[in-house]
């Protein structure tokens, strides 16, 4: 059984529904994100775990005990907030060491626990400071510490990162993922970062508009994601309008190309949908190939770095980004207005029904 | 530490020990405890007020006949034209001379700010009654300068006693509420928007047109309406250089006080409190205006020297200074000599207070300890309240009524406040309808409890306020994350929301001192024979034609207020520095 089990959770404030009926079991030991834009509900979920928010609907099970209407001081958890909360006025130490001193335990226990944890952060010479003088990532990982002194069964990150910068951002995330690791901690974070979600995650939650709209590994999430929104918000995608050409042998019609997919389509012949590929799946050539091949126009070519990002166009109003490795670049030497030809490999054209393209 | 697990030690139970079952129920008694003294000190005694407004001498109801008779019989209703007037002249002055002095303070380079800042603030360690006092020595009959220095130079009568008098002496009394309601306004000026002004090629004269007044029209709008909410409801200066120019507070006092006549002094508080109410709900609309209307990314504005105007500036202000600070000056003075202005030997005789009436040292020792108790009582209870209300999450209805009742008081004059105590607290049965009902509460009657209580509930607003703001700015997940780690909320409130509010804290408690030292208003119906004080002290002698001995028990208020004020200072300028290490990095 789960270790974890969110079971058709409903919340709604005033007018608003906040979340809609969002299931989702999480396994002992797993590093969960949930992942969306502002407004989408992570948060208030994630609330609603921690007793801070009560839900409207649905139940929570955490280790087998319906822990729905409990109030958060009798549930089993550690939390960390964007904030961080930190009590300023109390030394690094007692803000390890305030769980704990409520237990009534015995001052050496107590000293040893926090030392233990001072260690395991890597903050043994700050315990007599105050957070006001630590570093944003010190005082970060003073509230990861101070939210695992009691051993919690789950531990719950509300955008733990977001008020550090993008170095330090980087760096935390490969230690919290290996801290996690390391504890077998049951770990819930919410975040709006992609990048996060798919380097520090087991399993991702992508929600949308209070609902949960696919809950896969980072990798099925990026390379198979089910909708449209989850195909943009994670990840850059092009997408494209086409018309199901023969839905037995997978062909849909850009224009007046033929595009083979890989994909079952479940549309009946002649029915739109639009067709979804990420920039680097793309290959761009300048004859080459003859199948699965669209023709474009180079609008502008932009250096990133590690590749190039192109701008291409489509036809009348269509428009794609492609990415090249340099050596391509200068090798072909493509530049603004050159028509090159995009080779679209079959296993990587995503379909879906037309309506439900982002943006219309 | 790379082999350190964290699960080494071996650890307490999953939960703590002792699982406070009650916790919950505790939050929802103290919410319900902070509603329960909220509705008796502020909203149950306004009833009995609105009640006898309605009904006659024996208890019967009479629908609006009081109004009627009130506003048939001109020499009652000549006060309400004389309040509104008076109040509307007094506003009109004061907010313009606090404009120029908050301007000078925030926007010149003129010296010796602290100084003048510090000046300002002097009122409101004077009982409104002293400055009225003051003004009677210099510009009463036998005054200095209508005497011309008793003869010296040709005298000037200022023909004191009346709308000039009450004018004059509440000009002293709201000016440094006004100076510091705009002085906040002014500082919190977008400096960008004088760049862009000044980019623009606008003349300064433009630029004070489109840029300041703009900027600071919030917090004009907010100090006209409590400048004259609190002239309306002054009774101090009215009492002593109002002669007969009637005013709704001085009515109130004369038909309890002299006629005894508790329905039309009931009548008069619910016609005072309808201009309070509507210009607090004015205030309450604007103050949320100027909230929306301040940009977190404003850089603040540094004047620059300008030499003419940083010379007016310092002018304008001597003059203001020397003006609070002569009156104030005079009262010292005629307290030290033998008989202002004709005798000036230096003498201590009128601060013996033998021969005179009042209550003497009695009384002044009364007003010290009850100005104690309201700093320690009102400031636990009013930090107390606005924690819960802030803080907790039961009860949301609850503590939503209770922060709308935390916002009345500002709105009722003191005297009104203690009309409505002697109806709620004196009687042994409430009379509602045909029923009696025992009244516990009246054992409360004429003792100390009385006292500090009413004046809690008269400075409440302003406290409460005070301590919200203060509340707000704490993280609000500090609750959640000791909840989470299983930490009752009152331990986390002794450890981290307290200490982190010392300042405001200490603050109120200055805060209820020093104006449980001077006010009068509500306590002036409520003290009783053996509990004189100091403030109704100085009514009394004034009133007995003991001026000098008023005067003298003046300064003692005075002395009383600045003295611990500057305690104050000092005590937490050494403990700031221990209680709150964290706050210097």
Redesign the interface.
């Known amino acids: 059984m789960s270790y974890l089990q969110i079971q058709s959770v409903s919340k709604r404030f005033g007018q608003i529904l906040a979340l809609d009926r969002v299931s989702l079991d999480i396994q002992e030991g797993e590093f969960v994100f949930l992942l969306g834009p502002s407004g989408c509900g992570k948060t208030t979920l994630l609330r609603i775990i921690?007793?801070?928010e009560e839900a409207t609907k649905g139940r929570i099970i955490q280790a087998g005990r319906d822990i729905t209407r409990l109030?958060?001081?009798?549930?089993?958890?550690?939390?960390v907030?964007q904030?961080y909360?930190l009590?300023?006025?109390?030394t690094v130490f007692q803000n390890i060491a305030?769980?704990?001193e409520?237990?009534?335990?015995p001052r050496d226990?107590i000293k040893?626990?926090v030392n233990?944890?001072l260690?395991?952060m890597?903050l043994?010479e700050y315990g007599d400071r105050?957070?006001?003088?630590l570093s944003g990532g010190q005082q970060q990982r003073v509230a990861l510490a101070?939210?695992?002194?009691?051993?919690?069964?789950l531990l719950l990150l509300d955008e733990p990162l977001s008020a550090l910068d993008a170095r330090m951002r980087a760096n935390l995330r490969i230690e919290i993922a290996r801290l996690q690791r390391?504890?077998g901690v049951t770990t819930i974070m919410v975040s709006h970062d992609q990048e996060e979600a798919l380097t520090m995650a087991d399993r991702v939650a992508v929600m949308e508009q209070g609902r949960v709209v696919q809950v896969g590994a980072p990798e099925q999430i990026y390379h198979r994601p089910a909708t449209p929104f989850v195909a943009d918000f994670v990840g850059l995608m092009n997408f494209l309008p086409g018309v199901v050409a023969s839905a037995e042998r997978k062909q849909v019609r850009v224009g007046d190309a033929t595009l083979s997919l890989e994909q079952d389509i479940a549309q009946a012949f002649g029915q739109p949908v639009t067709l979804a590929i990420r920039p680097e799946e793309i290959e761009i050539t300048r004859n080459g190939q003859t199948c699965n091949v669209l023709r474009a126009q180079v609008q502008e070519v932009e250096f990133m770095g590690p590749f190039y990002r192109l701008h291409l166009r489509l036809g009348e109003n269509g428009r794609m980004i492609a990415y090249m490795p340099p050596e391509d670049v200068r090798r072909t030497a493509i530049g603004e207005g050159t028509e090159v030809s995009l080779y679209l490999p079959p296993q990587h054209v995503r379909v879906y029904p037309a309506h439900t393209a982002p943006g219309g | 530490?790379q082999t350190?697990?964290?699960?080494?030690?071996?650890?307490?139970?999953?939960?703590?020990?002792?699982?406070?079952l009650n916790?919950?129920h505790l939050k929802r008694l103290l919410i319900w405890l902070a509603l329960a003294w909220l509705l008796l000190g502020i909203v149950l005694p306004l009833l009995p007020l609105v009640q006898r407004s309605l009904s006659d001498r024996h208890g019967h109801w009479v629908g609006l006949a009081n109004y009627r008779r009130y506003f048939s019989t001109p020499a009652l209703s000549i006060s309400l034209t004389n309040s509104l007037s008076v109040s509307v002249a007094t506003t009109v002055v004061a907010v313009a001379l606090a404009f120029g002095y908050a301007y000078a303070l925030t926007r010149t380079h003129m010296p010796g700010k602290r100084y003048f800042l510090l000046a300002a603030t002097l009122p409101l360690y004077v009982p409104p009654l002293a400055h009225g006092i003051g003004l009677v020595y210099l510009f009463g009959r036998k005054g200095l300068i209508t005497t011309g220095l008793g003869g010296l130079w040709p005298g000037w009568d200022i023909n004191l006693y009346g709308f000039n008098g009450i004018l004059l002496g509440e000009l002293l009394y709201v000016f440094p509420q006004a100076v510091m309601i705009l002085m906040v306004a002014a500082s919190l000026a977008d400096a960008r928007l004088y760049e862009a002004s000044e980019s623009l090629g606008a003349s300064p004269l433009r630029t004070f047109f489109t840029v300041t007044l703009p900027s600071l029209k919030f917090g004009l709008v907010s100090a006209v309406f409590v400048t004259f909410t609190l002239v309306l409801t002054d009774f101090g200066v009215p009492k002593v250089v109002g002669g007969n120019y009637n005013v709704l507070a001085t009515d109130i006092y004369k038909q309890v006080i002299g006629q005894q006549n508790f329905e039309m002094g009931a009548t008069i508080s619910i016609l005072l409190l309808i201009p309070t109410v509507i210009a607090f709900i004015i205030d309450r609309i604007v103050q949320k205006k100027q909230m929306a209307a301040l940009s977190a990314r404003a850089v603040p504005f540094v004047p620059r020297p300008r030499r003419w105007l940083d010379l007016a500036a310092f002018i304008y202000c001597l003059l203001i200074t020397m003006a609070i600070i002569g009156v104030m000056l005079t009262v010292f003075l005629a307290s030290l000599v033998e008989l202002w202005p004709y005798k000036l030997d230096l003498t201590l005789k009128h601060f013996d207070f033998s021969t005179v009436g009042g209550g003497g040292y009695g009384a002044f020792w009364n007003s010290v300890r009850m100005s104690l108790y309201t700093a320690l009582v009102g400031t636990a209870i009013t930090f107390g309240s606005a924690y819960l209300i802030d803080k907790l999450k039961p009860l949301r209805p609850v503590r939503a009524a209770a922060y709308f009742f935390s916002m009345i008081p500002v709105a009722l004059p003191g005297m009104v406040i203690g009309l409505a105590y002697i109806f709620f607290f004196n009687p042994l049965h409430w009379k509602i309808g045909g029923l009696s009902i025992p009244n516990p509460f009246s054992f409360m009657y004429g003792t100390m409890a009385i006292l500090v209580l009413s004046t809690i509930v008269h400075f409440y607003t302003v406290s409460f306020m005070t301590a919200m703001t203060a509340l707000k700015q704490l993280?609000r997940?500090?609750e959640?994350?000791?909840?989470?780690?299983?930490?009752?909320f009152y331990?986390t409130f002794w450890?981290?929301t307290l200490?982190?509010s010392m300042p405001a804290l200490l603050e109120t408690a200055m805060y209820y001192f020093v104006n449980a030292m001077v006010t009068v208003s509500a306590v002036v119906f409520l003290y009783s024979p053996r509990l004189k004080l100091a403030s109704v002290a100085i009514i009394n002698m004034d009133d007995a034609g003991d001026t000098a001995a008023a005067a003298a028990m003046s300064v003692l208020v005075i002395l009383t207020s600045v003295g611990v004020r500057l305690l104050y200072d000092l005590a937490t300028r050494s403990i700031a520095r221990r209680a709150?290490?964290?706050?210097s990095?």
């Open positions: 921690a007793g801070l109030p958060p001081a009798k549930r089993n958890f550690g939390i907030f904030s909360a009590f300023p006025n109390l305030y769980g704990l409520n237990r009534r335990e226990r040893a626990r233990e944890l260690a395991l890597g043994e105050y957070p006001a003088q101070r939210a695992l002194a009691i051993s919690p069964g390391r504890l | 530490m350190t697990l964290a699960r080494q030690t071996p650890l307490p139970d999953a939960r703590p020990a002792r699982l406070n916790e919950e993280d997940e500090f959640s994350i000791s909840e989470s780690l299983g930490v009752p331990r450890k981290v200490p982190l709150q290490a964290w706050k990095w």
